[in-house]
């Protein structure tokens, strides 16, 4: 008899789907967005953002069909390993990887930059780190404790940006956001695409968890759609009061903006300034912890498949959480800290998204022209008008960062070449190509 292949445990009701959704992505909101200020100005930025939410509208209601057909814990990669074999899936699977374990040390920096902020005695690096050692150590403890831990911590970020909007917004100034608005013209546009992109990245993160949850057919597309109408709202808001404040030029460089912000329409030794940044940490905490899910339940699947060691697939005999993967990538995440700045990790980050996107798109395309009996109980909208326009604009944003950010564009590609050549030479993609070929189902 074979042996039995590792199983997640399912135990997701679509309220966990809907905060880990909003959670993983809601400190966006929060930092890292208004570094597109500097290459952009705030109506540029504003553009880049608008454009992106139609980007994200045609993905996630498009994604959703791929994500419920097949509710794998390897998300684009078990789309792309479908449709197009294990070249598609090693390409999905890498961006993905990218995407993730590159936007948990952005957000961990911010995490350190907020202490740093309430307690100038501690160092940025030093919380960070901390940070990673704490929320690893939860992941640990199971899916369900941390599904509730990630809600909790959703609804107190989603509060508080509530609560940041109804204390600036009676200060929030016109003339302030429209200080010159293009600095750069349209090229600046383009260029604050990715800044643009990182206040709703890691959204389709929620595939990850599909294996863990207990009603797919519905639970996801009603967590995915909820989710992204969420973040919409408080994206476009937090920006636009963010920016009526003060001149941008006093928040393109900072990674706890909205306490700033606060600062500087309360002062910065007000009570409710220190509160607000206090509190401000739930937000990233949200996103912090839900990367980790996601990301862990990523190379558990590509190691399940054999796209990595075998060994960080291993799941937990009382909790069934796959512990090498999180200590795995919590090891990755700590090394970037001391490697990379904010900025930097951002663009990387959005990179692999952008990749990923464009992967899952024409898989979506692949699979409704191959498989056309799949079963799928929630359809793409206006196909193949929605898909068509999610993969034009990635196609856009994914070639815009290429040339403002070529020397991170490179890292990426190389490093995609790397793992490629570490998968032909180690036997992996021809044991891979034959199971696909015989038509083996995906783990």
């Given at each position: 008899?074979?042996d039995?292949?590792?199983?997640?445990?399912?135990?997701?009701k679509?309220?966990?789907v809907?905060?880990?959704?909003?959670?993983?992505?809601?400190?966006?909101?929060?930092?890292?967005?208004?570094?597109?200020?500097?290459?952009?100005?705030?109506?540029?930025?504003?553009?880049?953002?608008?454009?992106?939410?139609?980007?994200?509208?045609?993905?996630?209601?498009?994604?959703?069909?791929?994500?419920?057909?097949?509710?794998?814990?390897?998300?684009?990669?078990?789309?792309?390993?479908?449709a197009?074999?294990?070249?598609?899936?090693l390409?999905?699977?890498?961006?993905?990887?990218?995407?993730f374990?590159?936007?948990?040390p952005?957000?961990?920096?911010?995490?350190?930059?907020?202490v740093?902020?309430?307690?100038?005695?501690?160092?940025?690096?030093?919380?960070?780190v901390?940070?990673y050692?704490?929320?690893?150590?939860?992941?640990?403890?199971?899916?369900?404790?941390?599904?509730?831990?990630?809600?909790?911590?959703?609804?107190?970020?989603?509060?508080?940006?509530?609560?940041?909007i109804?204390?600036?917004?009676?200060d929030?100034?016109?003339?302030?956001?429209?200080?010159?608005?293009?600095?750069?013209?349209?090229p600046?546009?383009?260029?604050?695409?990715?800044?643009?992109?990182?206040?709703?990245?890691?959204?389709?993160?929620?595939?990850?968890?599909?294996?863990?949850?207990?009603?797919?057919?519905?639970?996801?597309?009603?967590?995915?759609?909820?989710?992204?109408?969420?973040?919409?709202?408080?994206?476009?808001?937090v920006?636009?009061?963010?920016?009526?404040?003060?001149?941008?030029?006093?928040?393109?460089?900072?990674?706890?903006?909205?306490?700033?912000?606060?600062?500087?329409?309360?002062?910065?030794?007000?009570?409710?300034?220190?509160?607000?940044?206090?509190?401000?940490?739930?937000?990233?905490?949200?996103?912090?912890?839900?990367?980790?899910?996601?990301y862990?339940?990523?190379?558990?699947?590509?190691?399940?498949?054999?796209?990595?060691?075998?060994?960080?697939?291993?799941?937990?005999?009382?909790?069934?959480?796959?512990?090498?993967?999180?200590?795995?990538?919590?090891?990755f995440?700590?090394a970037?800290?001391?490697?990379?700045?904010?900025?930097?990790?951002v663009?990387?980050?959005?990179?692999?998204?952008?990749?990923?996107?464009?992967?899952?798109?024409?898989a979506?395309?692949?699979?409704?022209q191959?498989?056309?009996?799949?079963?799928?109980?929630?359809?793409?909208?206006?196909?193949?008008?929605?898909?068509?326009?999610?993969?034009?604009?990635?196609?856009?944003?994914?070639?815009?960062?290429?040339?403002?950010?070529?020397?991170?564009?490179?890292?990426?590609?190389?490093?995609?070449?790397?793992?490629?050549?570490?998968?032909?030479?180690?036997?992996?993609?021809?044991?891979?190509?034959?199971?696909?070929?015989?038509?083996?189902?995906?783990?």
């Open positions: 008899m074979a039995k292949q590792p199983e997640l445990k399912k135990a997701l679509p309220v966990h809907w905060a880990i959704g909003v959670g993983l992505v809601i400190s966006g909101e929060y930092f890292g967005w208004n570094y597109g200020w500097a290459v952009a100005g705030t109506v540029g930025l504003l553009i880049a953002t608008l454009l992106i939410t139609l980007l994200y509208v045609t993905f996630i209601f498009s994604f959703t069909e791929l994500t419920t057909a097949i509710p794998n814990a390897g998300g684009p990669f078990a789309y792309a390993l479908q197009f074999g294990p070249v598609g899936a390409v999905a699977g890498y961006a993905t990887l990218i995407e374990l590159f936007a948990t952005a957000i961990a920096l911010a995490l350190g930059s907020y740093h902020f309430l307690y100038p005695s501690v160092p940025i690096l030093v919380a960070s901390v940070s050692v704490l929320f690893t150590v939860i992941n640990l403890l199971g899916i369900k404790e941390a599904a509730w831990f990630s809600l909790i911590m959703t609804l107190l970020a989603i509060a508080e940006l509530i609560l940041f109804g204390v600036v917004a009676p929030v100034k016109l003339t302030n956001f429209l200080h010159n608005p293009m600095p750069f013209g349209w600046g546009v383009f260029a604050a695409l990715p800044f643009a992109i990182w206040l709703y990245v890691c959204l389709e993160g929620v595939a990850m968890v599909a294996e863990e949850v207990e009603d797919k057919k519905n639970a996801i597309a009603k967590g995915y759609i909820s989710a992204l109408l969420t973040l919409m709202i408080l994206a476009l808001a920006m636009l009061c963010v920016g009526g404040i003060a001149e941008w030029e006093k928040l393109d460089h900072l990674d706890y903006p909205l306490p700033e912000s606060i600062a500087l329409v309360l002062g910065r030794d007000n009570p409710l300034t220190k509160l607000f940044a206090s509190v401000g940490l739930f937000g990233l905490i949200a996103s912090f912890h839900g990367i980790i899910i996601t862990s339940r990523q190379i558990f699947a590509l190691a399940r498949a054999g796209y990595l060691p075998g060994v960080l697939s291993d799941v937990s005999r009382t909790r069934q959480v796959p512990y090498w993967a999180l200590l795995v990538g919590g090891a995440g700590i970037a800290l001391f490697i990379l700045n904010t900025s930097h990790l663009v990387l980050s959005t990179i692999g998204a952008v990749v990923v996107y464009i992967i899952s798109m024409l979506l395309f692949r699979l409704r191959t498989q056309p009996a799949m079963p799928r109980s929630f359809k793409a909208p206006f196909y193949p008008v929605f898909p068509a326009i999610a993969l034009v604009l990635a196609i856009v944003a994914l070639g815009a960062m290429i040339y403002f950010y070529s020397w991170l564009s490179l890292l990426f590609f190389a490093g995609l070449l790397v793992v490629a050549g570490l998968f032909y030479v180690s036997g992996r993609y021809q044991k891979s190509k034959n199971d696909w070929r015989a038509g083996v189902p995906v783990n």
